[in-house]
């Protein structure tokens, strides 16, 4: 068995103990957009992204959830298009084969404004309505183990906004904060589960109004924050016994709305806490098919001990 016990060299200072710590938030669930056309939402994020169609729930055509490694989805239902202000991040195992399988997209996507184009580590995505993701390569320094899913999403916020975003989630939902700089200016990081965050950006360019779009997060504890939103106002709906969302992020002392984004807020007895996802392998296909190859599994291998 290894490992160091107490006494021996390195001892009991051989970790920072705090690096593992999490805050109240366990899991990143979803991001939610609504989309006007699911052909073409199966052609972006399924064929394009390489990513996968939840085959258990809403597998008709007025919605439809796409599976993001092994604990968040976008949820894709149909109406007017919603364009989430900022971009969201993922995580994705081959960032060659994502390009070659989004330029094979475009006969499907012509005319709307899918765009991409490749940086320095990442690839940038337009979907075919406006929401803008950043794909990155694994790396286990920056985003932990994980080989495919959602580290996080940023929000682009107006001047001033960070500190008191931070603050807001630090004292009203037990999610730590901290403001630092993210690509030259200051932004709130808020940890919403292990190795995934919530950023929200200083941004002097003007933003559209809130258009109704949301993220899913869960609490472990659930009725604390409830309680203090519920006393400054800000519950939006009672959905039921492990579910309630809010909008309004605000200065904790003038109560000024920072920045609007809807908050599904589940608790751990939630009956999808924790449901498995299915993600496939993209580079699958009826042509160099072989057994056992089908699923993709969405983490690193077993790192040796140091």
Same mark, same amino acid.
């Given at each position: ?16 103990? $705090?690096?593992?710590? &999490? ?33 258990? &729930? ?51 996507? %012509? ?12 690839? %940038? ?37 960070? +500190? ?56 472990? %504890? ?7 939103? &519920? ?44 449901? $498995? ?20 599994? +969405? ?8």
């Amino acid at each position: 068995m290894s490992g160091t016990r107490m006494g021996e060299s390195g001892g009991a200072n051989r970790y920072d103990r $705090r690096t593992a710590d &999490l805050g109240n938030s366990v899991e990143l669930g979803h991001v939610n957009v609504t989309i006007p056309d699911q052909l073409k939402a199966t052609a972006f994020y399924i064929s394009g992204l390489g990513l996968t169609r939840d085959p258990y &729930l809403m597998t008709g055509i007025d919605n439809m959830w796409v599976n993001v490694g092994a604990s968040s989805q976008f949820h894709l239902p149909a109406g007017k298009p919603q364009v989430l202000r900022g971009r969201t991040g993922l995580l994705l195992p081959d960032l060659a084969a994502l390009l070659d399988r989004l330029a094979a997209a475009r006969k499907w996507l %012509d005319g709307t404004a899918f765009s991409f184009r490749e940086g320095d580590g990442f690839v %940038d995505v337009t979907c075919p309505w406006g929401n803008r993701l950043r794909c990155h390569r694994p790396d286990a320094a920056r985003f932990g183990r994980r080989t495919l899913g959602m580290p996080y999403v940023r929000f682009d916020v107006p001047q001033g906004a960070a +500190p008191g975003i931070a603050r807001f989630y630090r004292e009203m939902l037990g999610m730590p904060g901290a403001v630092a700089e993210e690509e030259g200016a200051p932004a709130a990081r808020v940890s919403v589960a292990a190795d995934q965050w919530l950023i929200f950006r200083e941004t002097d360019a003007p933003l559209p109004p809130f258009d109704g779009h949301h993220i899913q997060i869960t609490l472990a %504890d659930f009725s604390g924050p409830h309680a203090r939103l &519920l006393e400054r106002g800000l519950i939006t709906e009672e959905s039921n016994e492990h579910q309630y969302r809010f909008t309004d992020i605000v200065d904790l002392d003038s109560g000024k709305v920072l920045f609007a984004v809807e908050h599904e807020v589940r608790s751990m007895r939630h009956p999808m806490f924790g449901r $498995r996802l299915v993600n496939r392998n993209p580079a699958v296909n009826n042509r160099n098919f072989m057994p056992g190859h089908e699923d993709w599994a +969405p983490a690193m291998p077993p790192a040796e001990l140091a």
